[in-house]
């Protein structure tokens, strides 16, 4: 880690902050861009409005690390991006409203954002966060975390890197190489960044040069770009008046839960780079609220949930400059690029398979995140080791049932949508077997990873 050259209070000259802050923005760039890249082909979206939801996506994230950074939130160097883990649950209520198209499905997640967003404000601001999270243990994380990153292999192999296998390899390749084959720092951090831009560019040769047709799956298509506005503003609401639904609500529910969980630790994470005391429990309880109000606010907005991003704290423990006023700065310049309507559309260019290829790398990070939390756990345990396994067998198993079984669970009415949007959704299954389980089930704090394993 670097030392620290700028602490959280300090603000550098402005020259430096634009620049530090550019880095953010840099680092999150391709996670962000990837999730509405996801949601806009499954609520089948032309490319002008994948552009248009990508530009939306960079006005709630911009808002939402402002909120963050301000007194109503953590005040800690957290930029906050587009959240891999309401990819499950947003697929679901696409697949709910979708035949209503996109704009009723953007209305529905909407409306799920604000509702969800609002509850989880209200955890963080009543300082609820510290009662709940004794009951969630990495017994329960671990599980919940792994069904989010591998429930998502169809979407990335079968919805977008088998079109076209070679580009889709050659992205995994690269951010394998720039990843972990080099050891400058910088091509680390922009690993994906650079992977997409690379295979983009030559995609792009390939395009004009005709060896990629027009019905080629890694075809690149520029006339959406060139009739794209240069300046734009988004607004509140861009897809129509947000609309409420328990069954919506209910399957997003599991999003907000790992986020929850996700966002505590970054919170010790984030601290700790900057050189500060672990946070306070109001610090906490502000962060989640916060959090809360930019999901809401991605409702509002016509993007998506957001929460706090890993990879921008790593950031900060490589370059030193933990300001706040510099990741204030990236948010500004998030804010910026919404505007800039060209912007979105050239992102919403990016060939299927680019995109298979990274959600292949990113998808099993996730996974592997989930199996790195148990280890805060003793899975010497038989009691855990059951937990565990049973938890995301459910996770994997019970989701496609329950998906085939739509007409029986809505004969019940509203009970019976929520249960089937919950029941459809792999986190879901995973988190609530788990939670279940590490709660009724004795077991030692040790045992559970309530406190560190002692040493022997």
Request: with cysteine.
């Amino acid at each position: 880690m670097s030392k620290l050259i700028y602490g959280v209070d300090d603000k550098p000259r402005f020259p430096i902050m634009v620049l530090a802050g550019a880095q953010h923005v840099l680092t999150l760039f391709g996670a962000t861009t990837l999730v509405p890249l996801i949601f806009g082909p499954a609520m089948s979206m032309t490319p002008t409005q994948i552009g248009f939801f990508i530009s939306c996506v960079y006005m709630s994230m911009g808002l939402a690390t402002l909120i963050q950074t301000s007194t109503m939130g953590s005040r800690l160097p957290i930029v906050q991006g587009s959240s891999f883990s309401f990819i499950p649950p947003i697929m679901t209520i696409i697949g709910v409203y979708g035949a209503q198209g996109a704009n009723v499905c953007l209305q529905y997640i909407g409306g799920a954002l604000i509702l969800g967003g609002v509850l989880m404000a209200l955890i963080g601001y009543t300082g609820l966060v510290g009662k709940v999270r004794r009951f969630i243990t990495p017994v329960t994380v671990g599980p919940t975390i792994m069904a989010i990153g591998f429930s998502l292999a169809p979407v990335a192999i079968g919805g977008n890197a088998a079109n076209y296998w070679p580009v889709s390899i050659a992205v995994v390749v690269l951010i394998f190489l720039f990843s972990l084959g080099m050891k400058n720092r910088y091509i680390n951090i922009f690993s994906i960044l650079s992977s997409v831009v690379i295979v983009y560019l030559l995609c792009l040769v390939l395009s004009f040069s005709g060896v990629f047709t027009p019905d080629h799956p890694a075809y690149i298509d520029l006339s959406s770009v060139i009739a794209a506005k240069w300046f734009q503003f988004t607004g509140i609401a861009p897809w129509g008046a947000p609309k409420f639904s328990l069954v919506a609500f209910g399957a997003i529910v599991a999003g907000f839960f790992a986020v929850f969980i996700e966002s505590i630790g970054d919170y010790y994470n984030v601290s700790h780079a900057c050189g500060l005391n672990d946070p306070s429990e109001e610090t906490i309880n502000k962060g989640i609220g916060a959090e809360g109000l930019g999901c809401a606010i991605g409702g509002l907005c016509g993007g998506v949930a957001c929460t706090s991003y890993t990879e921008n704290i790593g950031l900060i423990g490589l370059t030193g400059v933990g300001s706040r006023w510099v990741v204030r700065t990236g948010a500004v310049l998030l804010i910026v690029m919404s505007c800039i309507g060209k912007l979105g559309a050239l992102v919403a260019t990016i060939p299927t398979p680019i995109i298979g290829g990274c959600y292949i790398a990113l998808f099993g990070i996730i996974g592997a995140l989930g199996i790195q939390a148990l280890s805060r756990a003793d899975m010497n345990s038989q009691r855990n080791v059951m937990i565990v396994g049973f938890s995301f067998l459910m996770a994997l198993g019970l989701p496609g049932w329950v998906e085939g079984q739509q007409e029986m669970f809505f004969s019940l009415g509203i009970f019976g949508q929520v249960l089937w949007a919950i029941g459809k959704t792999a986190m879901a299954v995973a988190g609530i077997c788990a939670g279940v389980l590490d709660n009724v089930i004795p077991g030692t704090d040790e045992e559970r990873g309530i406190r560190e394993k002692k040493s022997h």
